[in-house]
């Protein structure tokens, strides 16, 4: 399997903190089924900036090291980006990093809001040439309570990203089950751990794709794996027409 998200790279944000961390992580990775792994560190989260040209010699670092110590994973550059007015900005800059340089953009929400511009900033992406992959929409608080925020950019172009752990359960039920609605309604296309670490936040990638096996059957999961081999290959990802989720109930309350 191929995991598109993860904080792998050592004392770059809260995922590893020390090469011994990340080595660790590389094993835990490969125990879950995983040969390839984008290293997706924070970007302009509040806390963390991470540049574009120090992802790709941090992650050449990191592979001599798992090379070294006979860990079998391929790792690729990408970065994680909190939505931000310079976005554009940082693309023509040189600071944003697509997913091991294809035409993909991770772009995460602060985790209570979607700031008022992202319609207009996803669009901007895209005029850019890119296409913005959201990351971890079943946990943001706006897009819960209100899902056709999240319908409304998928069906301009944007994809989505859910995480491995909230179709494990891990967060709870009631993100599982807002998970498998968005899955249902074709607003998320991609599965990925958006591992931190090995003990809370690690990997269970393998049981997340038997969740949506068991769920959604198995021409759904041939697409989540083949959307991850697309992501990485720059190619065009299979995706199905978006549907509004129905019978949520926070979406209830905002029905239009
Ligand atoms: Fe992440």
Same mark, same amino acid.
């Not at 994973?73 to 976005?87: A, C, K, S, T, W």
């Not at 979607?114 to 207009?120: H, I, K, T």
């Not at 309604?185 to 049981?207: P, S």
């Given at each position: 399997?191929?995991?598109?998200?993860s904080?792998?790279l050592p004392?770059v944000?809260?995922?590893?903190?020390?090469i011994?961390?990340?080595?660790?992580?590389?094993?835990?990775?490969?125990?879950?089924?995983?040969?390839?792994?984008?290293?997706?560190?924070?970007?302009?989260n509040g806390?963390?900036?991470?540049?574009?040209?120090?992802?790709?010699?941090?992650?050449?670092?990191?592979?001599?090291?798992?090379d070294?110590?006979?860990?079998?994973l391929?790792?690729?550059?990408?970065?994680?980006?909190?939505i931000?007015?310079?976005f554009?900005d940082?693309?023509?800059n040189?600071?944003?990093?697509?997913?091991? #340089?294809?035409?993909? %953009?991770?772009? +995460? =929400?602060?985790?209570?809001?979607?700031?008022?511009?992202?319609s207009?900033m *996803?669009?901007?992406?895209?005029?850019e040439?890119?296409?913005?992959?959201?990351?971890?929409?079943?946990r943001n608080?706006r897009?819960?309570?209100d899902p056709?925020?999240?319908?409304n950019?998928v069906?301009?172009?944007?994809?989505?990203?859910?995480?491995?752990?909230?179709?494990?359960?891990?967060?709870?039920?009631k993100?599982?089950k807002?998970?498998?609605?968005?899955?249902?309604?074709?607003?998320?296309?991609?599965?990925a751990?958006?591992a931190h670490?090995?003990?809370?936040?690690?990997?269970?990638?393998?049981?997340?794709?038997?969740e949506?096996?068991?769920? #959604?059957?198995s021409? %759904?999961?041939? +697409? =989540?794996l083949?959307?991850?081999?697309?992501i990485?290959s720059?190619?065009? *990802?299979?995706?199905?027409?978006?549907?509004r989720?129905?019978?949520?109930?926070?979406?209830?309350?905002?029905?239009?």
């Amino acid at each position: 399997m191929i995991d598109i998200h993860s904080h792998i790279l050592p004392g770059v944000d809260d995922g590893a903190q020390t090469i011994e961390e990340s080595l660790l992580m590389g094993k835990a990775a490969v125990e879950d089924g995983i040969h390839t792994i984008v290293a997706t560190p924070h970007h302009k989260n509040g806390s963390y900036e991470n540049y574009k040209n120090d992802i790709t010699i941090q992650v050449a670092e990191l592979k001599r090291q798992f090379d070294s110590h006979g860990i079998d994973l391929e790792i690729l550059p990408g970065q994680e980006n909190r939505i931000h007015g310079e976005f554009i900005d940082g693309i023509n800059n040189d600071e944003i990093l697509a997913l091991n #340089h294809t035409r993909y %953009v991770f772009v +995460e =929400f602060p985790s209570s809001q979607v700031p008022r511009y992202a319609s207009q900033m *996803l669009f901007d992406i895209q005029v850019e040439g890119f296409v913005p992959v959201i990351v971890h929409p079943e946990r943001n608080k706006r897009i819960l309570e209100d899902p056709d925020l999240l319908y409304n950019f998928v069906e301009k172009g944007a994809f989505a990203q859910v995480t491995a752990a909230s179709l494990c359960g891990f967060f709870g039920k009631k993100i599982k089950k807002f998970s498998h609605q968005l899955i249902d309604a074709n607003l998320v296309q991609l599965v990925a751990n958006d591992a931190h670490n090995t003990k809370n936040r690690g990997f269970c990638l393998r049981q997340a794709y038997q969740e949506i096996s068991k769920e #959604h059957g198995s021409i %759904v999961t041939n +697409e =989540f794996l083949n959307n991850a081999e697309y992501i990485i290959s720059n190619e065009f *990802l299979a995706a199905a027409p978006p549907e509004r989720v129905k019978n949520n109930f926070f979406s209830k309350l905002f029905t239009r």
